[in-house]
């Protein structure tokens, strides 16, 4: 056929129809359109069709994809009617192997327009490298792009880049289909013809899936300016030479839900919300666990605990739909080559598999080589190996690294972990705890070291804190918990220690140090959270204990005998926390010193007491004494010292010297606005004592975002000189 026969729209639809071996009466009635409508057409009476029309015209003349589209934009007269010719010739010789759609494919929108509109807009955008760990979507994502897109490509080509020794095949295989080489012709020449044929062409969609390097590929890329795309999936990193690379992430959550969700009969949306966290939004996983839930019917709260449990076998259940082999034993043949290349990383990794799945510090291995095993701790201490180590992990995408550190996906972790013989997990289990309780950032109320317990407190919460053998990691927790307290952030501090004091007990006894210090700091989280009476009773048993095991004037027992009196005043015994607060200061004086923090915050609670039982000089005395030594030792910023601050301002509030408290109360809440942050318990505080030195002195308060709770609270009156000791 040629093309000038049908420049217009008449033309080609008379063309098409005798191709068909039709009459313009079967036309008309297979389309359901009147003789007369076909013939104005194919006459050039009317130049144009309705897109109904086109649309009825088209499966009538048993159109299909790609021409199909092209054939009903010429019919309303927005293509040349030679084009649909052109798309007719391409489809005749349309060469597609990618595999089927899959229908529940869910989400990665953004992704997929990101990875069009790269492919579209710049020459060097042309090969894109997809890559991330096994079963996090690459496959479906490239699947997914070239059903989408199918309009845009003549051709099309799947190619399994796993094994390298088998792509020239399947390469050979697309050059049979375009007609570019013969069976037969060698090797080299068939690599040459169809990257002729290709770069000649235009309009074509190269993916190489589960590819190993960019060596493998390289070979095969008909390079910029050819005129097609070549999408990469790959396990591996490093494809920056060769191709824009792009690190897939999981799912979003409600994507994880959604599919879950979709295969899994009666599941809720909150136990949808959980099995997806848990499984951490891993599309192969969330596919894994909604086929086996469909398949056993098990509950959502038996599969969590088989999950927690015996992750391993678990995931070695059935594959996904089309997926090869089962996440476990993806995970597994990466293990077992990581380990026979360099044991060293593959240590490394099993440590990181007893962490958090979250970003781990580098420094927390770099840091602590001293108790990493023979050749890590050697790598670990030499900046060089150690950069070679590290991306010999993340190569294989086991695990992901960027500024904030290391990160493995909570499944990687289960499965390297059960993969681990007892014996050998004991002790990467322990050398996890050690590197952990060496990384002990101290001195939590000195917000310096809080970007660095911010970091690490997500591995101490993942640790298993009630079965540590290691003293060291013991006394981490009692840190974190005091760094949470510090933090405001009461919940996270009570989930943290809300178990181990009977935990402890039965592990390490009543009277072991550990288990008495847990027990103290939920007394402590206790009494931060309102929850006075139960805070008493275990401060006063802690306390008793502690005399007991300890003497009366160790600092531990006069820990406890502050925090104790402080929920006695709480619940209105003031004298007799009185009384338990100046013995208690005494014995301080005396065993740490006039200026120890300690004492300090113990004399503090004593002039609290002071103010509540009215004797205000005394209190304001003893609290400006407290607050000359703490700017001294601590600086004016020091939490501690605005604690003080604070105290005093109160004192003098009600000794009627209002200007002073509102100057002192003034300075206090900037200071804790930029040091704690406005959202902080104490600087809420501090707003709302400043807006009742303003109050009484007839001024009108200027709080910003703080006003909102001085209208709910009112004065509240030296909350924090109750300060607890640690
Ligand atoms: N966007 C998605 N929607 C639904 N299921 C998905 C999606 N992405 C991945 N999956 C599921 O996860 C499995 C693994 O995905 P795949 O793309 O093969 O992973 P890989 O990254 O290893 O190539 C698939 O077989 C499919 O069941
Ligand atoms: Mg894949």
Redesign the pocket.
């Known amino acids: 056929m040629e093309q000038q026969e049908v420049t217009a729209f008449a033309g080609l639809l008379r063309l098409l129809r005798t191709e068909a071996g039709l009459t313009q009466e079967e036309l008309a009635e297979a389309a359901g359109l009147s003789p007369r409508s076909v013939s104005d057409l194919e006459r050039g009476i009317n130049r144009t069709a309705r897109k109904d029309t086109a649309v009825l015209l088209s499966n009538a003349l048993g159109l299909t994809e790609p021409v199909r589209p092209t054939f009903v934009a010429a019919a309303r007269g927005l293509t040349p009617a030679a084009d649909v010719l052109a798309a007719m010739r391409g489809a005749r010789t349309r060469a597609w192997n990618v595999p089927a759609r899959?229908p529940?494919?869910?989400?990665?929108e953004e992704l997929l327009a990101d990875v069009r509109r790269r492919l579209q807009s710049a020459d060097q955008a042309v090969v894109q490298a997809?890559h991330?760990?096994?079963?996090?979507?690459?496959?479906?994502?490239?699947?997914?792009y070239a059903h989408r897109f199918a309009d845009s490509y003549d051709l099309a080509w799947w190619i399994n880049a796993e094994q390298v020794g088998l792509i020239g095949d399947q390469v050979a295989a697309l050059g049979l289909a375009l007609g570019c080489v013969q069976a037969g012709d060698a090797a080299e020449a068939i690599r040459t013809a169809v990257l002729a044929e290709l770069r000649d062409r235009g309009r074509w969609l190269l993916i190489f899936?589960?590819a190993e390097s960019p060596a493998d590929v390289a070979p095969w890329l008909p390079g910029g300016g050819s005129g097609g795309h070549v999408l990469i999936?790959s396990?591996q990193r490093g494809w920056d030479e060769v191709a824009v690379a792009v690190e897939?992430d999981v799912?979003a959550r409600p994507?994880s839900v959604a599919?879950l969700q979709s295969r899994v009969a009666m599941l809720t949306e909150d136990d949808a919300g959980r099995l997806a966290a848990e499984l951490g939004d891993?599309?192969?996983?969330?596919?894994?666990a909604a086929d086996f839930m469909a398949d056993t019917g098990v509950a959502p709260d038996e599969f969590l605990m088989l999950l927690r449990t015996r992750a391993l076998q678990l995931l070695s259940e059935g594959?996904?739909?089309?997926?090869?082999g089962s996440l476990a034993a993806?995970t597994g043949l990466i293990a077992d080559r990581l380990e026979s290349l360099d044991p060293a990383a593959a240590e490394l990794a099993s440590v990181c598999a007893f962490l958090a799945p979250e970003p781990i510090p580098e420094t927390l291995f770099t840091d602590a080589a001293s108790f990493l095993p023979g050749e890590l701790a050697a790598r670990a201490s030499d900046p060089l190996a150690w950069r070679r180590t590290i991306a010999r992990l993340t190569r294989q995408s086991l695990a992901r690294v960027d500024h904030r550190g290391l990160q493995m996906h909570r499944l990687t972790q289960a499965i390297l972990r059960e993969r681990l013989a007892p014996a050998r997990a004991t002790a990467t289990r322990g050398c996890a705890e050690a590197i952990l309780a060496a990384g002990n950032p101290g001195d939590p109320p000195n917000p310096v070291t809080w970007p660095r317990w911010a970091q690490l407190t997500p591995h101490v919460l993942a640790a298993d804190l009630a079965g540590t053998n290691n003293p060291d990691l013991r006394e981490l927790v009692r840190y974190t918990c005091w760094y949470l307290i510090e933090r405001g952030d009461n919940r996270t501090a009570l989930d943290l220690v809300k178990d181990l004091p009977e935990q402890w007990r039965g592990r390490l006894g009543e009277h072991h140090e550990h288990t008495l210090t847990a027990a103290h700091y939920l007394g402590w989280v206790l009494l931060q959270m309102g929850r006075y009476g139960e805070s008493r009773d275990l401060n006063q048993a802690t306390f008793t204990r502690r005399r007991r095991v300890l003497g009366e004037d160790h600092p531990d027992t006069l820990y406890s005998a502050h925090n104790l009196a402080i929920t006695l005043r709480k619940l209105g015994d003031v004298e007799a926390a009185r009384d338990l607060d100046q013995d208690t200061v005494d014995r301080q004086r005396r065993v740490m010193g006039d200026d120890h923090h300690s004492t300090l915050r113990a004399a503090a609670m004593l002039a609290a007491d002071l103010r509540e039982l009215g004797d205000l000089q005394a209190a304001r005395d003893l609290e400006q004494d407290i607050l000359d030594r703490r700017r001294r030792a601590l600086g004016p910023d020091h939490p501690d010292t605005l604690t003080s601050a604070t105290g005093l301002a109160a004192d003098l509030r009600q000794l009627g010297d209002l200007e002073a408290a509102r100057d002192l109360d003034q300075d206090a809440l900037e200071r804790r606005r930029r040091v704690l942050g406005e959202d902080h318990p104490d600087t809420l505080a501090s707003a709302s004592n400043l807006a009742a030195d303003l109050r009484e002195l007839g001024e009108a308060p200027k709080l910003g975002r703080q006003r909102r709770y001085c209208a709910e609270l009112g004065p509240i009156q030296a909350i924090d000189a109750n300060r607890p000791l640690s």
């Open positions: 899959n529940g494919f869910t989400g990665r997809l991330g760990m096994g079963g996090i979507g690459k496959t479906q994502l490239a699947t997914e899936d589960n999936t396990r897939m799912l994507e599919i891993l599309p192969l996983a969330i596919a894994q594959s996904a739909g089309s997926y090869p993806a």
